[in-house]
């Protein structure tokens, strides 16, 4: 079993929905069955290291798939249509402590806040003369749903088998995808596994970054846990309220059919 980490801020505090939406860098804790619980990490795109060079190459790798994505969905080829058939069957498979690493941006990609200049990079935090003090990053969480010793020893197992899982599965992807070169002579057939290889290959490096951050934030001691008392008072009338009230009240949207497929799975398991 786990042991809980220690902490310099051990008190759970309470915060208001207002608190939380005015938040630029926060975890989300969202329970969704039995026991288990997804964990986000959600910032505003002004903490983002705009002056990154990898950011902005990652930037246009995406926007080049996005649009090779959606001419694949337009498509009246029934080879194209069961490829992305596939592909978003396999994408909704994608585990939810996956998702949670995911999104938890590598160390580099963000600004950090420190309370004496702002925000700042790295290279500029490491570079400063001064010892300069990091603001906390608060987890949001429903205290009446789980602990904060239950959450503490879970996002300590994120980064200690996310770091182990991921680095290993992406090397097995990268290995994977010569392997799959030769389909690309075959004029009719596209190379299906070389491009869900490469899809993975990225998952698991992004994965990866983000295990590796959490476990520099959780070793800083820059967790503060905070009670959200809205959040609570929801769950507590209703447990088994619906993930759309959910991610209205928090404004997380973008995670809305990502937990409705992954609850809706789950049900029918």
């Known amino acids: 079993m786990l042991r809980s980490v220690r902490y310099l801020n051990t008190a759970v505090k309470d915060s208001t929905i207002n608190d939380y939406l005015k938040d630029t860098l926060k975890f989300i804790v969202i329970p969704l069955h039995h026991n288990m619980n997804f964990i986000y990490f959600k910032h505003t795109n002004d903490l ?7 950011i902005a190459t990652e930037n246009w790798l995406i926007q080049k ?8 969905e337009k ?17 909704d498979k994608v585990s939810i402590d996956e998702k949670t690493l995911m ?3 590598g160390e580099s990609y963000l600004l950090k806040r420190t309370k004496e200049l702002g925000p700042l990079t790295s290279k500029q935090y490491k570079n400063s ?4 003090k990091i603001k906390l990053i608060k987890v949001y969480y429903p205290s009446n749903r789980i602990s904060k010793v239950d959450l503490t020893n879970k996002l300590t197992a994120l980064h200690q088998n996310g770091l182990k899982l991921h680095r290993r599965r992406l090397w097995q ?40 951050h959490l476990k520099s934030i959780m070793e800083d001691e820059l967790l503060e846990y905070s009670n959200l008392k809205e959040y609570s008072r929801l769950l507590a009338q209703d447990a ?5 009230t959910i991610t209205r009240l928090l404004e997380i949207d973008e995670l809305q059919k990502f937990l409705t497929t992954h609850v809706t799975k789950n049900e029918k398991s």
Not at 76 to 82: A, H, L
Not at 193 to 209: D, E, I, M, Q, S
Request: aromatic fraction near 10%; glycine fraction near 4%; proline fraction near 8%.
């Open 173 to 212: 992807c990268l290995i994977g995808i010569p392997l799959t070169f030769p389909i690309i002579l075959i004029p009719i057939i596209p190379n299906l596994p070389g491009f869900y290889l490469t899809y993975r290959a990225y998952c698991n490096f992004k994965a990866y970054l983000g295990a590796k």
């Open 48 to 54: 983002l290291n705009k002056k990154s060079k990898l």
């Open 240 to 244: 088994n309220v619906n993930i759309d």
């Open 103 to 105: 999104s938890i941006p």
């Open 129 to 132: 003369n001064s010892p300069l």
């Open 75 to 91: 498509s009246d080829n029934k080879v194209s249509q069961k490829f992305v058939k596939l592909m978003q069957s396999l994408i």
């Open 65 to 72: 798939t996005i649009k090779m994505w959606n001419k694949l």
